[in-house]
């Protein structure tokens, strides 16, 4: 198993949105993503989509591109990204998403020879925006987080049979410089291998912070900083595990 990530694919959810009003860049961005798609992933791969996946307003409004996501190779997980506003309750979601889409929500996903979990994150404190009101909000995301961890560490196991953990997260969870934040704290004290975040576009993904901290490797994945075509961040000799009901 080929473990890829490509985030902030930004489809269109029925708003009639084009992406590039944000730069020539953008153009026909969601047939690019599809062909890099199935030129790179197979059935037997999976895809982390860290937030941000269409414009979106209600669930309805995002069966299409979710049918249309679910129709490519590979099983996909998903987090909540700060514009998924049709992101709806987990059981609504499971019950509509087909069997080879998942979705992370204050717990992690089983998927055989690694574990995933995450949250979506928050501004971190020192960014130009954020403010007083922001600090609840990020605590807020830290309990999700740990929920989140503390659920892939049940299902990774100890010993020579424990399995790699990998965070996804929306927002950056460290700042530019590399520096420690609450987020990069809190996922230290857990057995993570790798961290996969989106969010950022455009000229913030040239100071953004890439490597490895703590030892665990971060990577942006947002999709135009991908070139649209996903990247790959690991691979696995298993072949992915059937989704577990009682795991979510």
């Excluded at 708003?15 to 037997?44: C, I, L, S, Y």
């Excluded at 669930?59 to 591109?65: I, Q, T």
């Excluded at 609450?182 to 993904?205: D, M, P």
Aim: contains cysteine.
């Amino acid at each position: 198993m080929k473990v890829f990530a490509l985030s902030d694919l930004h489809l269109d959810g029925k708003q009639n949105k084009p992406m590039d009003v944000f730069g020539d860049r953008w153009a026909g961005h969601a047939q690019r993503v599809f062909d890099n798609w199935r030129a790179a992933v197979t059935e037997e791969d999976c895809v982390l989509i860290a937030g941000d996946f269409c414009w979106a307003m209600m669930l309805r409004d995002a069966e299409d591109d979710l049918f249309a996501v679910s129709q490519l190779p590979g099983q996909k997980i998903m987090i909540r990204g700060n514009h998924d506003y049709w992101w709806s309750s987990p059981t609504k979601m499971r019950d509509l998403l087909p069997k080879n889409m998942r979705i992370i929500q204050n717990d992690a996903v089983d998927m055989g020879p690694f574990v995933a979990c995450g949250s979506r994150g928050w501004l971190l404190p020192g960014s130009a925006e954020f403010t007083q009101a922001d600090e609840k909000i990020l605590a807020r995301e830290l309990i999700r987080l740990e929920m989140s961890l503390n659920a892939a560490v049940r299902l990774a196991g100890e010993g020579e049979e424990e399995k790699p953990i990998i965070v996804m997260m929306h927002y950056p969870p460290v700042p530019e410089n590399g520096a420690d934040s609450a987020f990069s704290e809190l996922i230290a004290r857990y057995r993570v291998k790798t961290v996969v975040y989106g969010h950022l576009h455009a000229q913030s993904c040239k100071n953004a912070f890439e490597g490895e901290k703590n030892g665990a490797s971060y990577i942006l994945t947002s999709a135009d900083h991908l070139g649209f075509v996903p990247k790959l961040i690991d691979e696995f000799d298993e072949e992915p595990a059937e989704p577990d009901p009682e795991a979510e």
